[in-house]
């Protein structure tokens, strides 16, 4: 079963700390995003492996983009 | 040289040479200012220094409060004539950027092509929040006449409760023009103080239960309504409140080059380059205002105060207001969201932010924050021309 972690609101990613393969636990940070100035962290949703990574720091991203699956 | 004193030669017939030296150092000390120093001038040199101070050390606000710390200082220096009408440069930069209209409604033009809508677009029942926190405008108007302010003086005081830099500037001009000063860097200082005065107050009229609430997802707006927002409430505000014409039009305009996206060029520059130019000039005659006979005054604590008042009314009716419009909706709203009522963009929907990622990390508050913050421009915009309507 995978999970999506999707960008919670609009910005930019300013950090990804999430490599394919990697073993996450939920509530880890997973992105730094930043909108209105202002860095939010975006957190795994559940335990697992990451299978991908669809953002690299700089990208602009929009609310409900998927920004790496959980599997 | 003879024995005849001094005092019996004419004074053409001594060489210029052997003139005492100490009668030129005095008539040289004569020309500088030391000698005119007040100490109200030196107290006000360590405001200005505060505020540059701040301004530096802690980034308060430092685009305002550079210039107007720089400002006053140069208010209070003697024989500089830099505020003396028709001739002091910083009097024409007063004279024909703030008295004249001109910079306030720049700043507005800048900040329409800056502000995002779509938030406000995507859940247009959080207009209300931004309406019901200028509450604290109209209470501490009628509170400061009670204390003895004059009718337009006390416009100018209560304005401050909007957290408003630009729209308090350009009433206060208006109305009660030897409060500028004090009335715009009230508000200024307490836009930079969102982040401590509001949060107590969200703590307090909140529960812990109501701060985790998420909000349900926004409908997605689509281009064209951000298109035609600036375009349609520029006729219905104006047509309602046409004293608040010159702030509206120049915010409308500015973030309908935003939208429109074919003037990439004018939406840059009213962003960028116009804005930065108009900030310079905005901050420097408003510190000179502040001299010290203008500034020492004990009213001057009470306007502070009064400020501070105004705005904590204007946090806590915005809260207030989001509970109640929790008794009557299907989806609860957040009602941490009503403190982003107040206009200090986007300060007060940060702070929102953080207090409910607080109470529930994995919550995003910001952007549902952003759609009463952006109402609360509007909202002061339109305090500040029914004031001018009723008053000017």
């Known amino acids: 079963m995978s999970e999506e972690i999707l960008a919670p609101l609009a910005g930019k990613i300013v950090k990804s700390l999430l490599k394919v393969g990697d073993k996450v636990e939920e509530d880890a940070?997973?992105?730094?995003?930043?909108?209105?100035?202002?860095?939010?962290?975006?957190?795994?949703?559940?335990?697992?492996?990451?299978?991908s990574v669809n953002v690299k720091v700089g990208d602009e991203v929009a609310e409900d983009d998927i920004l790496a699956v959980i599997e | 040289m003879t024995d005849i004193p001094l005092t019996e030669i004419p004074l053409t017939e001594i060489p210029l040479t052997e003139i005492p030296m100490i009668e030129k150092l005095l008539s040289l000390t004569a020309?500088?200012?030391?000698?005119?120093?007040?100490?109200?001038?030196?107290?006000?040199?360590?405001?200005?220094?505060?505020?540059?101070?701040?301004?530096?050390?802690?980034?308060?606000?430092?685009?305002?409060?550079l210039p107007i710390g720089f400002g006053i200082l140069l208010a209070n220096l003697p024989l500089t004539d830099l505020m003396k009408p028709d001739e002091g440069l910083l009097w024409k930069f007063y004279h024909f950027g703030i008295q004249w209209e001109i910079i306030p409604p720049l700043i507005f033009l800048g900040l329409g092509a800056l502000t995002d809508f779509g938030p406000l677009l995507a859940r247009p029942s959080l207009i209300f929040l931004g309406a019901g926190a200028q509450a604290g405008v109209y209470f501490t108007f009628f509170f400061a006449h009670l204390m003895g302010f004059s009718i337009q003086e006390s416009a100018g005081i209560g304005i401050i409760g909007g957290a408003d830099g630009p729209t308090t500037i350009f009433l206060t001009t208006k109305l009660a023009p030897h409060l500028l000063g004090s009335c715009a860097v009230a508000?200024?200082?307490?836009?930079?103080?969102?982040?401590?005065?509001?949060?107590?107050?969200?703590?307090?009229?909140?529960?812990?239960?109501?701060?985790?609430?998420?909000?349900?997802?926004?409908?997605?707006?689509?281009?064209?309504?951000?298109?035609l927002f600036p375009i349609v409430s520029t006729l219905v505000i104006i047509l309602l409140v046409p004293a608040s014409a010159p702030l509206i039009s120049m915010f409308m305009i500015g973030n309908l080059f935003r939208e429109a996206k074919v003037v990439e060029?004018?939406?840059?520059?009213?962003?960028?380059?116009?804005?930065?130019?108009?900030?310079?000039?905005?901050?420097?005659?408003?510190?000179?205002?502040?001299?010290?006979?203008?500034?020492?005054?004990?009213?001057?604590?009470?306007?502070?105060?009064?400020?501070?008042?105004?705005?904590?009314?204007?946090?806590?009716?915005?809260?207030?207001l989001a509970k109640a419009m929790n008794l009557f909706l299907k989806d609860k709203i957040n009602p941490l969201l009503g403190a982003a009522g107040v206009s200090a963009v986007p300060m007060a929907a940060r702070v929102v932010h953080k207090m409910g990622a607080e109470a529930d990390k994995k919550n995003y508050l910001l952007m549902y924050a952003m759609g009463p913050n952006v109402a609360g421009v509007i909202g002061t915009v339109i305090a500040a021309g029914i004031f001018l309507t009723l008053l000017g």
């Open chain 2, 187 to 227: 508000a200024y200082s307490y836009m930079a103080l969102v982040p401590i005065i509001q949060p107590p107050i969200m703590k307090m009229l909140t529960t812990p239960e109501e701060r985790v609430i998420r909000m349900k997802k926004s409908r997605k707006v689509k281009p064209l309504e951000k298109l």
């Open chain 2, 265 to 320: 060029r004018l939406t840059h520059a009213a962003q960028n380059e116009l804005l930065n130019i108009v900030t310079i000039f905005l901050g420097l005659p408003v510190g000179a205002t502040m001299n010290a006979e203008n500034f020492l005054q004990p009213r001057v604590i009470f306007i502070f105060c009064l400020g501070l008042f105004a705005f904590m009314i204007s946090t806590a009716t915005g809260l207030l």
């Open chain 2, 31 to 65: 020309t500088t200012g030391f000698l005119y120093l007040t100490p109200g001038m030196l107290i006000m040199w360590a405001i200005g220094i505060t505020l540059i101070y701040l301004a530096i050390a802690k980034e308060y606000e430092p685009l305002l409060l």
């Open chain 1, 29 to 51: 940070e997973a992105f730094i995003l930043e909108a209105m100035k202002m860095e939010t962290p975006v957190y795994v949703p559940c335990d697992g492996t990451v299978q």
